[in-house]
């Protein structure tokens, strides 16, 4: 309950950084020339903090699941990005700026909160923990592909520099909170490093909302001259939450998934990882407000979708069959 209450406190400092960023941009631009040098910082320290959420002991157990996480993988880096495609493409195909930050918004499945949510719906939880690392590894690594395949052409920009930006902004600080949390573990008393652990969760937020505050203050022109796309984005994100439903509803009862991983399917399947994309986004492609304009907003929108796929799931609970996994799907991740 308490990280599903920290989500949606997420939500609110992120509309507070989008207030007071658009209240500096237009009464104060002093202020937004100033908050423009804290981008670079913030973005290191948002996606370190992310990195260094991440725990790697539960990777080993994967071998004894491979074939949930074969459906998984399928669904989140074969299939969605396909549907992703086609809903940028339907709403945004003659704007490329917003319609690569929609896509970059589809693309990526979450490896935080998705847990919490998975727990409350009763989903299996600690084969979720084993998911989080496949996902976040697989979705760095395929980053470069995806813009190549589906927005090198539409949008012009140069894919070959993406690798460097990716090994400077994001490889480098992987490897760097990855050694980090695995020393820390190994040094610490088990609760001193859960506080730690619990500390960089509750920065999360708050660094998002910062990061958020200087794109807007900065940039706060340009995002109003296209204030009008913004319902498309509603519309484009609304449509896709839509479409990732179906697509874990099918997968779950054509693999004849028990509940608890028919729920894990659909949650890891909806929400999107939105803040590593964000601070990704900021750093590969620089100055382009639009873009990061569209995964805020799918961001401001995926929890309430999320609280609402729950109910949707608890309502199916008694309809999918319910063996006991391997893995008890009330057991507490290796995560935070």
Same mark, same amino acid.
């Given at each position: 309950?308490?990280?599903? =209450?920290?989500?949606?406190?997420?939500?609110?400092?992120?509309?507070?950084?989008?207030? &007071?960023?658009?209240?500096?941009?237009?009464?104060?631009?002093?202020?937004?020339?100033? $908050?423009?040098?804290?981008?670079?910082?913030?973005?290191? +320290?948002?996606?370190?903090?992310?990195?260094?959420?991440?725990?790697?002991?539960?990777?080993?157990?994967?071998?004894?699941?491979?074939?949930?996480?074969?459906?998984?993988? *399928?669904?989140?880096?074969?299939?969605?990005? /396909?549907?992703?495609?086609?809903?940028?493409?339907?709403?945004?195909?003659?704007?490329?700026? =917003? %319609?690569?930050?929609?896509?970059? %918004?589809?693309?990526?499945?979450? $490896?935080?909160?998705?847990?919490?949510?998975?727990? /409350?719906?009763?989903?299996?939880? +600690?084969?979720?923990?084993?998911?989080?690392?496949?996902?976040?590894?697989?979705?760095?690594?395929?980053?470069?592909? %995806?813009?190549?395949?589906?927005?090198?052409?539409? $949008?012009?920009?140069?894919?070959?520099?993406?690798?460097?930006?990716?090994?400077?902004?994001? /490889?480098?600080?992987?490897?760097?909170?990855?050694?980090?949390?695995?020393?820390?573990?190994?040094?610490?008393?088990?609760?001193?490093?859960?506080?730690? =652990?619990?500390?960089?969760?509750?920065? *999360?937020?708050?660094?998002?909302?910062?990061?958020?505050?200087?794109?807007?203050?900065?940039?706060?022109?340009?995002?109003?001259?296209?204030?009008?796309?913004?319902?498309?984005?509603?519309?484009?994100?609304?449509?896709?939450?839509?479409?990732?439903? &179906?697509?874990?509803? &099918?997968?779950?009862?054509?693999?004849? =998934?028990?509940?608890?991983?028919? +729920?894990?399917?659909?949650?890891?399947?909806?929400?999107?990882?939105?803040?590593?994309?964000?601070?990704?986004?900021?750093?590969?492609?620089?100055?382009?407000?639009?873009?990061?304009?569209?995964?805020?907003?799918?961001?401001?929108?995926?929890?309430?979708?999320?609280?609402?796929?729950?109910?949707?799931?608890?309502?199916?609970?008694? *309809?999918?069959?319910?063996?006991?996994?391997?893995?008890?799907?009330?057991?507490?991740?290796?995560?935070?």
């Amino acid at each position: 309950m308490h990280r599903l =209450l920290s989500n949606f406190g997420t939500t609110l400092l992120i509309l507070f950084g989008i207030a &007071f960023g658009a209240w500096f941009g237009r009464y104060s631009p002093s202020t937004a020339a100033t $908050t423009a040098g804290f981008v670079d910082p913030l973005i290191i +320290a948002l996606v370190s903090i992310l990195f260094f959420e991440v725990s790697f002991g539960k990777l080993p157990e994967a071998r004894s699941h491979l074939r949930f996480l074969l459906i998984a993988w *399928v669904a989140n880096f074969i299939l969605i990005p /396909l549907i992703g495609w086609g809903i940028a493409s339907l709403f945004f195909s003659g704007k490329p700026l =917003l %319609y690569i930050g929609l896509l970059i %918004y589809f693309i990526a499945p979450c $490896t935080d909160w998705f847990l919490g949510f998975t727990r /409350l719906a009763k989903g299996n939880t +600690a084969l979720g923990a084993v998911l989080l690392p496949i996902n976040l590894i697989t979705q760095l690594l395929l980053f470069p592909v %995806y813009l190549w395949l589906f927005a090198g052409k539409e $949008t012009g920009i140069d894919i070959a520099g993406i690798g460097q930006t990716l090994w400077q902004w994001f /490889l480098m600080p992987f490897i760097g909170a990855v050694l980090a949390h695995q020393i820390l573990k190994r040094v610490l008393p088990e609760n001193v490093f859960g506080k730690i =652990l619990r500390l960089a969760n509750g920065l *999360v937020p708050f660094v998002i909302a910062a990061l958020v505050t200087c794109i807007f203050s900065g940039n706060i022109s340009i995002i109003l001259e296209n204030i009008s796309a913004f319902l498309m984005i509603l519309a484009a994100v609304f449509l896709f939450f839509i479409a990732t439903f &179906f697509l874990g509803d &099918f997968l779950s009862r054509c693999f004849k =998934l028990a509940y608890p991983e028919h +729920a894990l399917l659909s949650m890891t399947t909806a929400a999107r990882n939105a803040p590593l994309m964000l601070g990704l986004t900021t750093a590969v492609f620089p100055d382009q407000p639009l873009i990061y304009a569209a995964l805020i907003i799918g961001m401001l929108v995926e929890f309430p979708h999320l609280t609402a796929l729950k109910h949707l799931l608890l309502r199916q609970y008694s *309809v999918f069959p319910s063996p006991v996994p391997k893995f008890e799907s009330t057991a507490t991740p290796n995560h935070p």
